[in-house]
């Protein structure tokens, strides 16, 4: 974790009065992506699994589809930068990422939200069920699982789990990171995400919910709130979206018949 | 209130079993800027003070400097465009912005990571103290301000503040664009920032740090955790930065001196 964390002498006020101590703080590493030769984007991130980040960035992008295509990935971990290559050197038209911009939390380009893109996506068609006291076990071990958050409080978690358990899981300061991280992880070793379901500690938006759709995945439980327009999608993509699971309670927002009690 | 949240039939879960319930979640819109006649970002947002939102979002990126260059605003709320048109038809380069293209929450170029670029940012010199006791009545009020996070669960806050208390408020999905509405609306109200203070329920990165120091306010308050850029940040530009307000307690990060027991 010492990559992860920083120590600073803070100054702590409680109901006893204020004292110096030393405490933690989660760092933010700048990360440059460059896709064949080209700079595409600098992600603010957790320093930790940065070649998986590199590979579900590009993986969400739409710009790598498989890990067969990717020739080469180099990171320099010192000065931030990763490179990735790819069979017969896919280049990147500007424009679309120029409209890519600034979103929430992460870059959806506006142009994903004409109802012609949503309606060339496919329905997530598993028959996966899951019970609520499943549900609430798999929070649990999520929850333990975060290391750096309960040291810090400063960052996201995401995992890949089945209903028995967690199969990966991924910490970032940015919750689409954590997530990206995850499918990157995924690409590289050939893990398949099909009839799985993801775990996020951070709020549910249109670009999550995307993220989740595109790898197949019939269901997305967050421990925090989704967004109308997650909401929407879901129920149109036919993923099961469960929200606010905090104890023994917690929100099924779409597709139901997936949760059994 | 209705146009920030949409409601929803869902099936709650708890102890006492599943049950349909109608259930509020918040709204997620996206709002495109278009700076000049030319297209420059999709912001996923809050649908609520759009206009403070878009100066704000184009101050932060240094694209106006103050309210005498703005010629025009139009809003059209329903198909998500706002034009701003500025004296002199200022235009933006490509290429600055195809690199502040994503990062953890809102597209800070990595370029500014530079020592060169810190070091031309002026120290903020302000000799403005608070209490503690001033910081929990102000974190207190902050809280019970915000009615769309106590419905939905699913936004952050801003707020801009002297040490008695509230002066603006805003509300958003990200917590990038709630702190550029309070700017947003600074600029044109032509309420001055200088010796205030900014409160925010999310995390404090260094985009968020620099907003910051850029309105010249020696002061930021967060219910959350900063990052350790964001804590040199605040060291070397001479800003308090106070995080984890909670009840009683609360961390003081830097430039200690200016709180008082």
Redesign the interface.
């Known amino acids: 974790m010492t990559d992860e964390?920083?120590e600073?002498t803070?100054?702590?006020?409680?109901?006893h009065?204020?004292s110096e101590v030393e405490?933690v703080?989660?760092?933010?590493f700048?990360l440059?992506i460059i896709f064949n030769h080209q700079?595409?984007?600098?992600?603010?991130?957790t320093p930790k699994d940065l070649k998986h980040l590199a590979i579900g960035?590009l993986s969400s992008e739409g710009l790598i589809e498989n890990k067969k295509e990717i020739r080469k990935i180099t990171l320099d971990n010192r000065r931030g930068v990763v490179r990735v290559e790819t069979e017969g050197d896919k280049g990147v038209a500007?424009e679309p990422?120029?409209?890519?911009?600034?979103?929430?939390?992460?870059?959806?380009?506006?142009a994903f939200?004409s109802a012609a893109d949503i309606t060339n996506q496919a329905r997530v068609e598993s028959q996966i069920k899951i019970s609520?006291g499943e549900v609430f076990a798999l929070a649990k071990e999520f929850q333990h699982r975060s290391h750096v958050y309960r040291a810090?409080?400063?960052v996201h978690s995401a995992a890949l789990c089945d209903t028995k358990g967690i199969l990966l899981f991924a910490e970032?300061?940015?919750r689409?990171?954590a997530i990206d991280k995850i499918f990157g992880e995924c690409m590289l070793k050939d893990i398949p995400t099909d009839e799985r379901i993801i775990i996020t500690s951070g709020?549910v938006?249109?670009?999550i919910l995307l993220k989740i759709v595109k790898r197949n995945i019939p269901m997305l439980i967050s421990l925090?709130?989704?967004?109308?327009?997650?909401?929407d999608l879901a129920a149109s993509l036919g993923i099961t979206l469960i929200g606010?699971v905090r104890g023994?309670?917690?929100?099924?927002?779409t597709e139901?018949w997936r949760?059994t009690?």
């Open positions: 964390v920083k600073f803070i100054l702590r006020v409680t109901e009065g204020m405490d703080v989660v760092r933010e700048p440059t700079e595409l984007a600098t992600l603010l991130c960035f500007t990422l120029f409209k890519r911009i600034i979103t929430s939390g992460g870059g959806r380009r506006a939200y609520t810090t409080g400063g970032d300061i940015g689409h990171n709020r938006s249109s670009e925090a709130a989704p967004t109308d327009i997650a909401v606010f023994r309670k917690m929100n099924v927002y139901g949760c009690a």
